[in-house]
């Protein structure tokens, strides 16, 4: 992992391998030139108080993650200056926001990846600046290599065969070992929580994206419990593991009947932190197809490739339930990771069985590529009977959220819409895109089945919203809940952004510690 310090060094003095600036498109004059943002004075003053100018010859024009790298001046022990663009500079006795500081500090820690000590003089003007940087710089630098194996010791070819002092080989760069803060105070109680809380976020987020990223072949259901128990372990998380056995003597028909036709059978686990202070209890259910073939519905080709992300809500969930107990935040938080593989196979659940869920209700199956929602009825039902505060599922459900929101906005769907509000507004806080979206009762009537109690598939049109119908059914009467499908962002298939990685980006991670926080501070809506 990435090191993270603080430090009121000026920035000539400080021995690293980078000085990171920002800079932006100036409003002040509304002539849009480029701007040196606050933190870079001392940078700026050593290049005589040119440096805009210097990096507007270089084509830079402040816009946001853009990244431009020159010699350092003359005095530095850093040899290089790398400007990140800020986008348009905030209005008078404005800042610049959160989420700009958090990408900005994210491109340039990927600009530097191999290299040892980056100094980032960005704007710090108060904690929360503090936790913006550090955030963006900490998950900026992440990067996912289990599987790159190091150039051969033998090759002829000295460019490929030569190695790092890291250990890696030359193409094949580590992550920015570390990032010291130019202009924390490191005295300051509020900059040191900010930054150890952003230090233990980011971690367990990261741990996420490496779930996310291990191929299915080594991460099957088992595979992943195995990782919440020794995580739970560390950490003081009471764990209970139900496997194939304990399943079907619970009668869980939904995550039974995905997992059956895999050679790698299903688990539910049950992650519990509990705090002595805590008033409220919050459950955290998360969809875990380890690896989403479609089953007898098979996946039409071009569909499969990235299906290894089918998880990505179980780790979301397992990563804020284990960022909850290091933070010792003051609620009880019960994380359910609903764990199977949908593949096709001679026992494989068919189209047109009906299966009996934990709850008792009977449902058709349509198509066994509707998969994830039967896998969170039976943990949406169990969870229900601990009676918690509120309960949010996190799922990559459906394509169809994908076409309404793109790739990089998940959709909140609740039966409360002041929960939804507040789930959505703690999204927005922490900088990760959401849209709260309606559960249509007219929806419902698609979803009646000649034989069973509901069906697994109702209209073809909003069928992110079906999807959020049929899990509302399984909600226990009078509890609280929202579901979040994070089937857009949670995996990133393009290049990638700010402190986004090409792969397991961990979406809904953040949003799902801040309500743990609200919830603990007696401020959630």
Request: proline letters at 4%; glycine letters at 12%.
């Given at each position: 992992?990435?090191?993270?310090?603080?430090?009121?060094?000026?920035?000539?003095?400080?021995?690293?391998?980078?000085?990171?600036?920002?800079?932006?498109?100036?409003?002040?004059?509304?002539?849009?030139?480029?701007?040196?943002?606050?933190?870079?004075?001392?940078?700026?003053?050593?290049?005589?108080?040119?440096?805009?100018?210097?990096?507007?010859?270089?084509?830079?024009?402040?816009?946001?993650?853009?990244?431009?790298?020159?010699?350092?001046?003359?005095?530095?022990?850093?040899?290089?200056?790398?400007?990140?663009?800020?986008?348009?500079?905030?209005?008078?006795?404005?800042?610049?926001?959160?989420?700009?500081?958090?990408?900005?500090?994210?491109?340039?820690?990927?600009?530097?990846?191999?290299?040892?000590?980056?100094?980032?003089?960005?704007?710090?003007?108060?904690?929360?600046?503090?936790?913006?940087?550090s955030e963006g710089a900490?998950?900026?630098?992440?990067?996912?290599?289990?599987?790159?194996?190091?150039?051969?010791?033998?090759?002829?070819?000295?460019?490929?065969?030569?190695?790092?002092?890291?250990?890696?080989?030359?193409?094949?760069?580590?992550?920015?070992?570390?990032?010291?803060?130019?202009?924390?105070?490191?005295?300051?109680?509020?900059?040191?929580?900010?930054?150890?809380?952003?230090?233990?976020?980011?971690?367990?987020?990261?741990?996420?994206?490496?779930?996310?990223?291990?191929?299915?072949?080594?991460?099957?259901?088992?595979?992943?419990?195995?990782?919440?128990?020794?995580?739970?372990?560390?950490?003081?998380?009471?764990?209970?593991?139900?496997?194939?056995?304990?399943?079907?003597?619970?009668?869980?028909?939904?995550?039974?009947?995905?997992?059956?036709?895999?050679?790698?059978?299903?688990?539910?686990?049950?992650?519990?932190?509990?705090?002595?202070?805590?008033k409220k209890h919050l459950?955290?259910?998360?969809?875990?197809?380890?690896?989403?073939?479609?089953?007898?519905?098979?996946?039409?080709?071009?569909?499969?490739?990235?299906?290894?992300?089918?998880?990505?809500?179980?780790?979301?969930?397992?990563?804020?339930?284990?960022?909850?107990?290091?933070?010792?935040?003051?609620?009880?938080?019960?994380?359910?990771?609903?764990?199977?593989?949908?593949?096709?196979?001679?026992?494989?659940?068919?189209?047109?069985?009906?299966?009996?869920?934990?709850?008792?209700?009977?449902?058709?199956?349509?198509?066994?590529?509707?998969?994830?929602?039967?896998?969170?009825?039976?943990?949406?039902?169990?969870?229900?009977?601990?009676?918690?505060?509120?309960?949010?599922?996190?799922?990559?459900?459906?394509?169809?959220?994908?076409?309404?929101?793109g790739n990089r906005t998940?959709?909140?769907?609740?039966?409360?819409?002041?929960?939804?509000?507040?789930?959505?507004?703690?999204?927005?806080?922490?900088?990760?895109?959401?849209?709260?979206?309606?559960?249509?009762?007219?929806?419902?009537?698609?979803?009646?089945?000649?034989?069973?109690?509901?069906?697994?598939?109702?209209?073809?049109?909003?069928?992110?919203?079906?999807?959020?119908?049929?899990?509302?059914?399984?909600?226990?009467?009078?509890?609280?809940?929202?579901?979040?499908?994070?089937?857009?962002?949670?995996?990133?298939?393009?290049?990638?952004?700010?402190?986004?990685?090409?792969?397991?980006?961990?979406?809904?991670?953040?949003?799902?510690?801040?309500?743990?926080?609200?919830?603990?501070?007696?401020?959630?809506?």
């Amino acid at each position: 992992m990435t090191a993270l310090t603080l430090s009121t060094a000026a920035a000539p003095g400080v021995r690293a391998d980078a000085i990171v600036v920002g800079v932006a498109k100036g409003s002040a004059s509304g002539s849009g030139d480029l701007v040196v943002a606050p933190g870079a004075e001392a940078v700026d003053k050593a290049y005589d108080g040119k440096l805009a100018s210097v990096l507007k010859t270089l084509g830079a024009s402040g816009t946001e993650g853009e990244v431009t790298k020159l010699p350092a001046p003359a005095g530095f022990k850093a040899p290089l200056v790398v400007a990140v663009g800020l986008g348009a500079e905030p209005g008078k006795d404005a800042s610049f926001e959160a989420e700009a500081l958090r990408r900005a500090a994210g491109a340039a820690a990927r600009a530097l990846a191999g290299s040892k000590k980056a100094a980032f003089a960005l704007p710090i003007t108060d904690a929360g600046d503090v936790a913006a940087v550090s955030e963006g710089a900490l998950l900026g630098a992440y990067s996912f290599d289990t599987y790159k194996n190091n150039a051969d010791k033998n090759n002829a070819d000295k460019n490929n065969s030569a190695k790092a002092k890291n250990g890696k080989a030359k193409n094949n760069k580590a992550p920015l070992a570390e990032v010291a803060l130019l202009g924390a105070k490191t005295r300051d109680r509020d900059h040191k929580a900010a930054a150890e809380r952003a230090t233990a976020v980011t971690e367990e987020l990261n741990r996420a994206r490496d779930l996310i990223n291990t191929p299915p072949n080594d991460l099957n259901p088992e595979a992943f419990a195995a990782v919440a128990q020794a995580a739970a372990k560390e950490h003081g998380i009471k764990v209970q593991v139900l496997d194939e056995k304990a399943l079907e003597k619970g009668g869980y028909g939904g995550i039974l009947g995905v997992g059956v036709g895999s050679a790698s059978a299903p688990r539910l686990v049950k992650l519990s932190y509990t705090s002595a202070k805590a008033k409220k209890h919050l459950a955290f259910i998360g969809k875990g197809i380890t690896y989403d073939s479609g089953g007898i519905s098979l996946k039409p080709a071009g569909h499969n490739e990235t299906m290894k992300c089918d998880m990505s809500g179980a780790a979301a969930v397992f990563a804020a339930v284990v960022s909850a107990a290091r933070l010792g935040l003051e609620v009880n938080v019960t994380g359910w990771l609903a764990l199977a593989e949908n593949m096709p196979s001679g026992s494989a659940t068919r189209p047109g069985d009906v299966l009996r869920m934990y709850s008792g209700k009977t449902v058709e199956v349509l198509n066994t590529d509707a998969e994830g929602r039967l896998v969170l009825a039976d943990a949406l039902a169990k969870a229900s009977e601990d009676k918690p505060d509120a309960i949010i599922d996190v799922a990559t459900l459906t394509g169809a959220m994908m076409l309404a929101l793109g790739n990089r906005t998940f959709g909140i769907m609740a039966n409360d819409d002041a929960f939804r509000s507040a789930v959505y507004e703690a999204a927005v806080e922490v900088g990760e895109g959401a849209w709260p979206m309606p559960l249509p009762d007219h929806l419902r009537k698609g979803m009646d089945s000649p034989t069973a109690d509901i069906a697994n598939m109702g209209e073809r049109y909003g069928g992110g919203l079906v999807a959020g119908l049929f899990l509302k059914e399984f909600v226990g009467e009078g509890i609280t809940w929202a579901h979040l499908d994070i089937a857009g962002p949670a995996f990133n298939e393009s290049a990638p952004f700010g402190y986004t990685p090409k792969g397991g980006t961990g979406s809904a991670v953040r949003t799902l510690v801040r309500v743990a926080e609200l919830a603990a501070s007696g401020d959630l809506g």
